[in-house]
């Protein structure tokens, strides 16, 4: 086997990926996003490269011998930052945890170690790589060795043998440290030549060759200025060329014996990541690891069940309840599978559901069940008239909470945050899109045994997790018990009127033709409404519209774009009310006829209660909660909606300005928390501030600015955000939101408090302590950190808002229960809930409901609850 040594000069690479990525730290507070770029490089060097020898050269010290010759060497740089500083004994953590020889010399640079190493390997006919972000070193390439320099980011590079040197600047190697000479350094501070740059030194050197041959033949050298330049400073010439020339002799105490590469230690590299939070990085070397060895899938025992003994029904187990499809309602459960502690079981999908003892162990409340996805589980079940009870916790779940950023799309990507590798992902077993497809039953059964395994060996150490950032009840508490909340009302679903759908797309259909024809005649020809590039030379060639912005295509026609040409011209009024109703049509009225089910003419809507990162719940198949109600044709999507039952009615409650009046509890700003106290309207109460008038002299456009205003402000809005919501200056914005913070300074010391914990922690916590990680917050890019510093603001609010309906929400439905009601939660939109109701019901509901949704959590402001019902969710308003 040919020998390959990688030579590595740290402090480059160290310095390049602080650069290049944004301030990242751990849940420590210890930076590292040097270590972090440095670990890419050096993931993709051994996977590339397979060196068999490797060493990674460190400067010893900030003077070397080249101070001797001139003092000024290097004078001109920067104190290293203290955040890079930090991460340097991080950095030789790494390399011994990869097993990689670092090594650095007094009085010399890691130039000079590199440059030894290289003429040493080249004598003994090793393959060398040096890899910089110094150019310096491309000086060292020749027939054994390339010299890969990192380009703009970290991983990114170029390569430099002779023959790409001779392409790109028309020199050997060794005339780099010529072109050094007479150019000089500015980064290492190496004068070189006054005058002469780049192209003159080129030049000269294709002309004489050295730096040394020019002097001897000064006489010859064309232009005026150059030649008395190089005779004056000749000294400074010689000087340069020999601060820019890397030893090949320097006195190393190691030999290339030393360097040998055998492999990295997986435990101690597992543990550094983990201690760094380089979760993304242990599911790479997880999965290269997996891939390499696939002993490392360690054997399982377990048994394929044809029928299901007592024995087998411990009081705790794992449960896979395993179904592939992504809308999971009525889909074919493909196998079970469970470990406990009488073993590991695989129950094929007829056996389990032809079981009466099954059944019964799935049922009983007593028997707790460990899984992935509750809800998901439930659901399949319900369809099949299982009620299955007794789950005590959902790795999914307990995952999301931890870091509601990382990916939860099966148990193989949670496991490997645990670095916990005996289990296959999904993909790997069933492929993927429509290649999918359940292998055979030997396969299936391992496949699902592991996942059962897998859950039962992580439970306690996520648990264990939770209750270090106290959020175990916050999952124990709320989450856990919203699972089976909202498997309810996925099971239940929404009544659908077809036909009322049906008419509702007939008259869209009648509308857009209308508005087709009138947008053709204000263009004076028919195009493609549709095309944005036939509707960009319509409106900015044919109309002459002032074009806003372009394209790689042609002219931008997007919605921000077309909203500010709306004054411009009526066509573009029309263009947007256009779309607008196509996409009323095409998505609310065909998309929920495709996705109302033949059999009960409902809709059975999925909500994503481990997606978002504040906690909010989302929902598809069909996204109930994004119908958009400005329009009014769009809000008449929701007539649509009606009771499931004769005689009943929809029942619609919502939180009134919920996130203000949390942001009043978490701010404890007096004026906020006093006006809603004394149940001012917020917006009238603000304009007042901001405008200084009276209640009685805001107007509605005053109402309106403040409504932006208090809206805004939880949202960390900028002056230029607000400027560009009310059409008004930034200037104007600007003075709104300084009169806004004036009027509640609780507000605005809640705003910059909270950015700085953000700072500090990594992350900001809700009410109910639910965690947003934001590694962001002190990136040097301004437009990355700005948005992280919003994030931390509105977060805590967003995400409490979020907590106390899910509160009300496991508290409504258990109040409804003890009294015996029929009515049943339906939706949850944002703040508000949806219920189903016999009419007999509806008086006790407008006591109940409020209450229990008022009451759900305690804040220094009171909740308001406003309600509403009618024959469909349109009239429930």
């Not at 917020?682 to 805001?698: G, L, N, Q, R």
Request: charge should be negative; hydrophobic fraction near 40%; proline fraction near 4%.
């Amino acid at each position: 086997m040919k020998k390959k040594l990688v030579l590595v000069d740290g402090n480059s690479i160290a310095y390049r990926a602080f650069f290049a990525l944004p301030l990242l730290h751990n849940d420590k507070g210890v930076h590292t996003n040097a270590i972090y770029g440095f670990t890419m490089m050096l993931m993709k060097i051994l996977a590339e490269e397979q060196p068999t020898h490797m060493l990674v050269a460190f400067d010893a010290g900030k003077t070397t011998f080249r101070h001797e010759t001139f003092e000024e060497y290097k004078g001109g740089r920067q104190k290293t930052p203290p955040e890079l500083s930090e991460q340097f004994p991080l950095l030789r953590k790494l390399l011994e945890a990869y097993q990689i020889r670092s090594y650095e010399l007094d009085n010399y640079e890691a130039d000079d170690i590199i440059g030894t190493l290289c003429a040493e390997a080249e004598k003994e006919g090793f393959e060398v790589k040096v890899i910089s972000g110094d150019r310096d070193l491309t000086q060292l390439a020749s027939e054994y060795v390339t010299v890969d320099i990192t380009k703009k980011g970290i991983t990114d590079v170029e390569s430099y043998t002779p023959q790409t040197i001779l392409e790109k600047y028309g020199l050997t190697p060794k005339q780099i440290i010529d072109l050094k000479g007479l150019m000089g350094d500015a980064s290492d501070n190496i004068p070189g030549v006054p005058g002469v740059g780049e192209k003159t030194a080129l030049k000269l050197l294709k002309e004489f060759g050295t730096v040394e041959q020019i002097l001897e033949s000064l006489e010859k050298v064309n232009g005026k200025k150059v030649k008395e330049n190089l005779e004056q400073h000749r000294d400074l010439a010689l000087i340069s060329k020999q601060l820019a020339t890397i030893l090949r002799d320097a006195p190393l105490d190691i030999t290339l014996e030393d360097t040998k590469y055998e492999g990295y230690d997986l435990d101690k590299v597992t543990a550094l990541f983990k201690e760094l939070g380089f979760n993304s990085l242990l599911g790479k070397i997880a999965a290269k690891e997996q891939e390499e060895e696939t002993a490392d899938l360690a054997t399982i025992q377990y048994a394929i069940v044809r029928e299901i003994t007592d024995s087998m029904l411990t009081d705790e187990a794992s449960l896979v309840v395993e179904v592939l499809e992504a809308n999971y309602h009525k889909a074919p459960i493909v196998g079970f599978a469970l470990a406990n502690k009488k073993g590991n079981f695989f129950i094929p999908t007829d056996v389990a559901l032809s079981s009466s003892l099954f059944k019964q162990w799935l049922e009983d409340e007593r028997k707790k069940k460990s899984v992935f996805d509750a809800k998901r589980a439930i659901v399949a079940l319900k369809w099949r008239g299982v009620e299955m009870k007794g789950i005590d916790f959902d790795l999914l779940i307990a995952s999301y909470l931890l870091n509601p950023s990382q990916s939860t799309e099966d148990i193989a990507s949670v496991a490997k945050t645990k670095q916990y590798t005996n289990v296959q992902p999904d993909e790997a077993v069933y492929g993927k899109g429509a290649k999918q497809k359940v292998p055979d039953e030997q396969t299936l059964a391992e496949h699902l045994v592991r996942k059962a395994i897998a859950i039962r060996a992580l439970k306690q150490e996520f648990i264990a997790d939770l209750k270090e950032n106290e959020q175990y009840s916050l999952f124990t508490e709320l989450e856990l018990p919203l699972t089976v909340i909202l498997a309810e009302m996925e099971f239940i679903g929404v009544k659908v009127d077809v036909q009322r759908l049906n008419d509702m797309g007939k008259e869209l259909h009648e509308q857009l033709k209308a508005l087709e024809q009138e947008i053709y005649q204000l263009a004076g020809q028919e195009f493609n409404i549709n095309s944005p590039k036939q509707l960009g030379v319509i409106l900015f060639e044919k109309l002459q519209l002032p074009a806003m912005k372009k394209t790689k295509t042609g002219y931008s026609t997007s919605a921000d774009v077309l909203e500010k040409l709306a004054p411009h011209h009526e066509i573009v009024e029309k263009i947007l009310h256009y779309r607008q109703l196509g996409k009323l049509q095409s998505t609310y009225v065909e998309g929920l006829l495709k996705v109302t089910h033949p059999d009960t003419n409902k809709v059975h809507t999925i909500f994503n209660q481990a997606l978002t990162q504040t906690g909010r719940l989302s929902s598809t198949e069909p996204n109930l909660q994004n119908i958009p109600i400005r329009l009014e044709e769009g809000r008449k999507i929701r007539q649509a909606f009606v009771p499931s039952e004769p005689d009943w009615v929809i029942f619609a409650a919502d939180y009134s300005q919920i996130e203000l009046r949390v942001l009043a509890h978490i701010a404890n700003d007096e004026n906020l928390i006093e006006a809603f106290r004394n149940d001012l309207d917020i917006h009238t109460k603000t304009a007042m501030d901001i405008f200084h008038v009276s209640a009685e002299e805001v107007t509605p456009q005053m109402r309106r600015q403040a409504k932006a205003v208090n809206f805004g402000i939880v949202y960390g809005i900028s002056d230029y955000g607000l400027s560009q919501n009310l059409n008004i200056s930034r200037k104007e914005a600007a003075q709104f939101i300084g009169r806004y913070f004036a009027s509640f300074p609780g507000v605005k010391q809640y705003m910059e408090d909270i950015v700085q914990q953000a700072k500090q922690k990594g992350y900001v916590t809700t009410l109910l302590h639910r965690r947003r990680y934001l590694p962001d917050i002190t990136s040097r890019n301004f437009n990355l950190r700005s948005f992280a510093e919003r994030t931390a603001m509105n977060t805590p609010i967003q995400g409490s808002a979020a907590d106390i309906i899910k509160k009300a929400m496991i508290d409504l439905a258990d109040r409804l229960k003890k009294e015996q009601l029929q009515a049943r939660i339906l939706l949850q939109v944002h703040d508000e809930l949806i219920l189903e109701t016999p009419k007999a019901e509806v008086e006790r509901l407008t006591k109940i409901v409020p209450e229990v949704m008022e009451n759900a959590i305690e804040l220094r402001v009171p909740l308001k609850v406003d309600y509403h019902f009618g024959s469909t969710w349109y009239d429930a308003k």
